[in-house]
């Protein structure tokens, strides 16, 4: 899944995890489970299943859940290409 305006994580993420995602580089893409998925993209469970789909959307809402997933994965990714 593809975060490409991290804005909408604002409501789902304290002041400390805001401020470690400024300077992470969007778009973001994350692995989350295909319900979370399906939930924060606006669509089903079967279209992101659907053979062909590869499961990628771009989310256009947000939830606590797919906030920490993006800071988790975020966050590792950036400290993983500064070592």
């Known amino acids: 899944m593809t975060i490409t305006d991290v ?5 789902s ?13 969007v778009p973001i893409v994350v ?3 295909v319900a979370l998925a ?3 993209c ?3 469970v079967a279209v992101l299943s659907a053979a062909g ?7 256009t809402s947000s939830n606590r859940t797919l906030g920490q ?4 994965q975020a966050l590792k990714q950036k400290s993983s290409k500064t070592n």
Do not use: M, W
């Open 38 to 40: 399906a939930n924060v």
């Open 13 to 25: 993420l304290n002041k400390n995890q805001i401020a470690a995602l400024n300077n992470v580089a």
């Open 42 to 44: 606006g669509t089903t």
């Open 7 to 11: 804005s909408i994580l604002n409501d």
């Open 69 to 72: 997933a993006v800071v988790r």
């Open 53 to 59: 789909s590869g499961g990628a959307c771009t989310a």
């Open 31 to 33: 692995q989350v489970p």
